[in-house]
């Protein structure tokens, strides 16, 4: 009897990892015909200058309805198309409508804006992805300036000699790169030394409960002065209230991000924000 009792759990357990794997391949299915179709969209968050507390600039954020999955989370997404192996072309897409964004609100707008993309490791480390930028640039004819690359610290810690050209020729036509997720990730000081990295995006874990942990705060404190050695602009990511921003505002960083000043909006609300400030 008992034997037939784990049979049957196994039996259970075989039929739920079915259901999984098929629940993956029709939203992997409904992912790349989103991407054909044009169907996924950008929204922008903005990155503030905690001095004029002005809109710096603002990070591109994919965002994907799904008519049968509904929203769909980037962090249940992006991590699909990086396994199954299209993250590269996801990536130019937004490229692309993010450099066609830069261009058209620094026309628009009259402040300057810079957009921010996120670059996955395994796309930035493909050999075609200087082509790929290159192109954008040329298609949208954008000021280089106003485009903002993010990458996450691991992609740094690889130490090939193609990765620091990737680097350098980024940074070489001038647009900036800022490293993602700072601090949950596994880079040296040594490196980040050595690389032309404009800014330190410190992850939104360490700021969390910085008005009740005395230790959190000095260790977020330890951060920033961390990334101004360094001499990089260095951005608190996930700010929710008011309290966190109180207690972070004298360690001085140049930017931030969170809810607190505003959720990732679409092009047109964004646009509505700035112009209320
Ligand atoms: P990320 O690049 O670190 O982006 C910040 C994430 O934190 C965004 O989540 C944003 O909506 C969220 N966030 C911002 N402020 C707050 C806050 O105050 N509180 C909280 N709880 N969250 C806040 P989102 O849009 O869900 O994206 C999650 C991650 O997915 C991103 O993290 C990024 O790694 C990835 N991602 C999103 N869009 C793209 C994309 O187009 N390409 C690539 N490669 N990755 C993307
Ligand atoms: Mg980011
Ligand atoms: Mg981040
Ligand atoms: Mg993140």
Do not use: C
Not at 91 to 104: M, N, T, Y
Not at 121 to 129: D, E, L, S, V
Not at 223 to 246: T, Y
Request: glycine share 4%; no cysteine.
């Amino acid at each position: 009897y008992a034997e037939k009792q784990s049979d049957r759990k196994v039996a259970v357990y075989h039929t739920q990892m079915e259901e999984e794997h098929k629940y993956f391949l029709l939203l992997e299915s409904a992912l790349r015909r989103a991407l054909q179709r044009d169907e996924l969209e950008l929204h922008y968050q903005p990155k503030i200058d905690l001095k004029s507390r002005q809109v710096e600039g603002v990070e591109a954020l994919t965002r994907w309805y799904d008519k049968n999955f509904k929203h769909v989370p980037p962090n249940v997404f992006i991590p699909l198309a990086e396994r199954r192996g299209f993250i590269n072309n996801l990536g130019e897409w937004s490229l692309q409508v993010a450099a066609e964004r830069a261009k058209f609100w620094n026309a628009k707008l009259d402040q300057n804006l810079t957009v921010a993309v996120n670059i996955s490791p395994t796309h930035f480390m493909q050999p075609n992805f200087l082509d790929q930028l290159f192109q954008v640039l040329e298609k949208t004819k954008v000021d280089p300036r106003h485009l903002q690359i993010e990458i996450t610290e691991d992609v740094v810690m690889e130490k090939s000699e193609q990765m620091n050209a990737t680097l350098k020729a980024i940074s070489n036509v001038g647009i900036s790169l800022a490293i993602d997720d700072f601090g949950t990730g596994y880079s040296s000081f040594g490196m980040l030394n050595t690389f032309p990295i404009d800014s330190l995006k410190i992850d939104r874990s360490f700021v969390t409960d910085i008005p009740h942990d005395a230790k959190k705060a000095s260790i977020l404190e330890v951060m920033i002065k961390l990334g101004h050695a360094l001499q990089l602009d260095v951005v608190i990511e996930g700010i929710e209230n008011k309290d966190e921003l109180s207690v972070l505002q004298p360690f001085a960083p140049e930017f931030a991000q969170g809810y607190y000043f505003s959720k990732p909006l679409p092009a047109k609300e964004l646009e509505i924000f700035i112009q209320k400030k």
